[in-house]
């Protein structure tokens, strides 16, 4: 039976546990070089460093766990993921339905394309993406280890992340969605291995921090406090740490630094100031105005162009660009009536009326779920199964009424400054 040991909250300093060595040299020559040892008085923890596509790293983990037969096993995983992990038929009980109104269609293809590429670097490999997540979840139960989930809830992670970044990325980021799950044939099993090597992962965490030190933050670096701060609450003398690689160097300088981390301010997940909140407003409150003062001085026809301008951009926006989805022809004149509307009242957004008009004509099954994660591994296979085409049908419409509503609002600032 696997023990799942808590986590102690609140603000805990590291210097707890007093004196610290970080060995570069292993200890025996039973554990791999990807295993670095730490100790702290009389307690040892041993970090490997994996990647979640390799097959070694499965073989790493079982044999350094067996070898050292540790009080507690720590693996890279939330409860969140632990329960996904744990359900292989997730994916048939997703609502369509229920991801549009919720308004999470481009969190869903995001994660979408991320499960699709790791799926074909798995099956490149031969090897599920974070099997050896699983293994060390297996082994931890054959040697009567403690399991502890030692990472950060994915939601918190991932709206730090989202908040953490500016306008241009996230249009960036909204791009990628549109692109390749990624070509799988140039990454052999050798370059794996090496991406998995200190100095090689030290370069790539420099230049990843050098091309997004925004996303960087909140995605890696605030994670490593995390995960280290779990593995040295983690119970017992001896404790084992199964995490990727691009983690290991910076557990290392928080565990030498013997830093103070807070995991409950680590968790936060920050809201949106009011001025944010209320800029949403701003446009539909300004086009509104706009259209009772040409309406009060113009004896309406001021008021006429004024709707000319914001209906038009708007209408011909929201379906042209809902039509890279290639839609259902009713999809396409329900986003091209429901742009203006809805681009008037920020609590209804385009992409949520035309993704259920969508939804209710393709009526995706339980099976189209099923092969969602092996569709979206190409762009053809996402417009093939209808679960991924209504949600693609959903972004566009999305993108499409706000480029309208833009080019719309200036249209009608226009007019009034004429």
Request: glycine share 6%.
């Amino acid at each position: 039976m696997i023990r799942l040991a808590g986590k102690s909250k609140g603000s805990v300093c590291m210097s707890d546990l007093t004196s610290t060595t970080a060995e570069k040299s292993l200890e025996s020559p039973k554990l791999s070089s990807n295993v670095t040892v730490l100790t702290r008085d009389d307690r040892t923890f041993y970090v490997i460093g994996t990647a979640h596509i390799s097959a070694k790293s499965v073989i790493e983990v079982r044999e350094t766990i067996e070898h050292i037969q540790p009080d507690s096993v720590c693996v890279e995983l939330c409860e969140t993921r632990f329960q996904a992990m744990n359900d292989p038929d997730r994916w048939k009980k997703l609502d369509i339905f229920q991801v549009i109104r919720q308004g999470k269609t481009l969190y869903f293809l995001a994660n979408l394309a991320l499960s699709a590429y790791q799926r074909a670097l798995g099956e490149k490999f031969g090897v599920k993406p974070g099997e050896e997540q699983r293994e060390g979840i297996k082994v931890a139960e054959e040697v009567g280890a403690a399991l502890i989930l030692a990472d950060r809830d994915i939601q918190a992670t991932l709206k730090r992340t989202w908040s953490n970044i500016g306008f241009f990325s996230k249009l960036k980021l909204l791009g990628s969605v549109f692109e390749p799950a990624g070509d799988t044939e140039e990454l052999t099993e050798e370059r794996l291995e090496e991406m998995k090597d200190r100095d090689t992962i030290t370069e790539m965490m420099k230049e990843f921090a050098e091309a997004l030190p925004e996303i960087k933050e909140p995605l890696i670096d605030e994670r490593d406090q995390y995960l280290i701060k779990s593995v040295v609450s983690a119970p017992g003398q001896s404790v084992v740490a199964v995490v990727g690689a691009g983690h290991v160097e910076g557990m290392i300088a928080h565990f030498e630094a013997q830093t103070e981390i807070d995991l409950e301010l680590l968790s936060v997940i920050p809201s949106t100031p009011l001025w944010v909140k209320s800029l949403k407003w701003v446009i539909p409150t300004i086009i509104l105005g706009a259209f009772y003062f040409g309406y009060q001085n113009q004896a309406g026809k001021s008021l006429e162009d004024m709707l000319t301008a914001w209906i038009l951009p708007n209408a011909i926006m929201g379906g042209l660009v809902s039509l890279i989805a290639l839609p259902k022809p009713l999809s396409v004149l329900t986003a091209t009536i429901a742009s203006p509307i809805t681009s008037l009242n920020p609590a209804l957004g385009a992409g949520m009326v035309v993704g259920l008009v969508e939804a209710w004509l393709r009526k995706p099954t339980v099976e189209d779920s099923e092969t969602l994660v092996t569709d979206a591994a190409t762009m053809k296979g996402l417009y093939r199964n209808p679960f991924s085409r209504v949600l693609l049908v959903a972004v566009c419409a999305t993108l499409g009424s706000a480029l309208g509503a833009y080019i719309g609002f200036a249209w009608v600032l226009s007019i009034l400054n004429s």
